[in-house]
């Protein structure tokens, strides 16, 4: 058989697992949720590695202590498209643009205790499911 000349069966098949594969990465099914509970460390802060894929934040559930400082490492792993961490509470609002295969760090204290929603503002990524939940306790 000619090496240039592909079965067509095989090419559909490489191109169908090529798209599993990108449809996949990129869905918006629920997940299972994924907690992160910060210890603060010996100085005083509360760190945090946060993972940002298409239409999900890796955990997607943060909890940490009030009037502790937290610091966000925000890892965003898409090659094709920006993300945001944002959460828009009244007197509690932080706001992160995170580029291509780029990590920013953002640090905040945190000055009351409950549950803010943290979400992408980029396009449709809130509503297709990238959004999360930060639980500052006491």
Known sequence: ??????????????????LAAILGC??????????FEAAIDTSGVQR??????SYRFDP?????HVGHPVELVLHN???????????ADSGFAVSQGVGL???HVIR???????????FC??????????TGVLVVVP
Request: proline share 9%; charged share 15%; with cysteine.
């Open 77 to 87: 792993h898409s090659l094709v498209v920006p993300h945001n961490f944002t959460i």
């Open 1 to 18: 058989m000619n090496p240039q000349c592909r079965p067509p069966a095989l090419v559909a098949a490489a191109v169908g697992l090529i």
């Open 48 to 53: 945090v590695n946060l993972q940002l894929h």
């Open 108 to 118: 905040f204290t945190p000055d009351r205790t409950g549950e803010f929603e943290f």
């Open 121 to 130: 503002h980029v396009g449709s990524h809130a509503k297709k499911g990238m």
């Open 26 to 35: 990129a869905s918006s099914q629920p997940r299972p949720t994924q907690t």
């Open 101 to 103: 295969k780029r990590t």
């Open 60 to 64: 997607d559930r943060i909890v940490v």
